[in-house]
């Protein structure tokens, strides 16, 4: 048994519980060991590395100067574009199949089990060759709107709803079965009680996720280089990746890193906090 177990089991018996000082030490050393180790780590790397090979080749201050404001205002802007297109897609498409995957149609439960199954097991690489190359062979007096906006927005939709399915589908099947009874018994009919009652109550519960979602997609949208795109429509992985091979220096892809952290990591700051609310509010 642990201290802390023996704690707990001393604090239930209603007997006082000592910590010995043998035992005390070891828990000193082991809290100063957990803290020393990655230090030490940190340290030797930062004394044998070559800082300043490192600072040309990672933090040219000059080349990252020429960066800007082209890399906010076209790439980090059509990322942006690109992944609420796709998000707003995925979420329309995503709710139908998980109502499908909840219906008593057995053939809609087969289709919607049959997407959920294909786009969540595909890479997202294939299916950005597919809409990009399949496509427009398939179908060729078909055009996406917005040409390249568009075909992003129905690949990464693709994708995404396929795993916003499953989640949606989740938090309606959370949503405690009285809730149907009681919209039931104020004689709405099936389709009026989930969408009055029970949908609201499960995208609270499934907003946390869906944040997850939007915060992957933002990653995911680097497949568009893959779509043969112009010089306006670059996103930033790919604003990067030219500016590395014109410049033969990883500044830029270091650029275009801190660019999608100044989404991504206030976004899953608001994850975090809609966990905690939701915590508190159940």
């Excluded at 568009?150 to 693709?158: E, K, N, S």
Aim: positive net charge.
């Amino acid at each position: 048994m642990g201290i802390t177990e023996g704690t707990r089991a001393a604090e239930a018996a209603g007997t006082p519980y000592t910590v010995s000082p043998a035992a005390a030490r070891r828990r000193t050393l082991l809290r100063a060991g957990s803290y020393a180790v990655p230090a030490a780590v940190v340290l030797l790397a930062v004394l044998t590395a070559d800082r300043a090979r490192l600072a040309d080749q990672f933090a040219r201050l000059s080349l990252a100067g020429t960066m800007f404001p082209e890399v906010l205002t076209v790439a980090l802007l059509n990322t942006v574009l690109y992944t609420a297109g796709g998000f707003v897609f995925g979420l329309v498409l995503g709710l139908g199949i998980a109502v499908m995957r909840l219906s008593g149609v057995r053939l809609y439960r087969w289709l919607a089990m049959a997407y959920i199954e294909v786009f969540r097991g595909l890479p997202a690489l294939l299916v950005f060759v597919f809409v990009g190359v399949g496509v427009p062979l398939a179908f060729p007096g078909v055009h996406f709107p917005g040409g390249v906006y568009g075909q992003v927005t129905f690949a990464l939709g693709l994708v995404a709803a396929a795993y916003m399915a499953e989640t949606i589908r989740a938090g309606i099947e959370a949503v405690p079965r009285g809730q149907w009874e009681a919209a039931r018994s104020l004689g709405m009919s099936h389709g009026r009680a989930l969408v009055s009652v029970v949908a609201p109550q499960a995208f609270r519960i499934v907003v946390p996720p869906l944040t997850n979602e939007l915060i992957l997609l933002f990653k995911d949208s680097s497949l568009v280089l893959f779509l043969g795109v112009t010089l306006q429509d670059r996103e930033l992985t790919k604003f990067g990746q030219d500016m590395a091979s014109a410049s033969a220096n990883t500044t830029p892809i270091v650029v275009a890193g801190c660019c999608y952290l100044l989404i991504t990591v206030p976004l899953s700051v608001l994850v975090r906090r809609l966990e905690r609310r939701n915590h508190r509010m159940r």
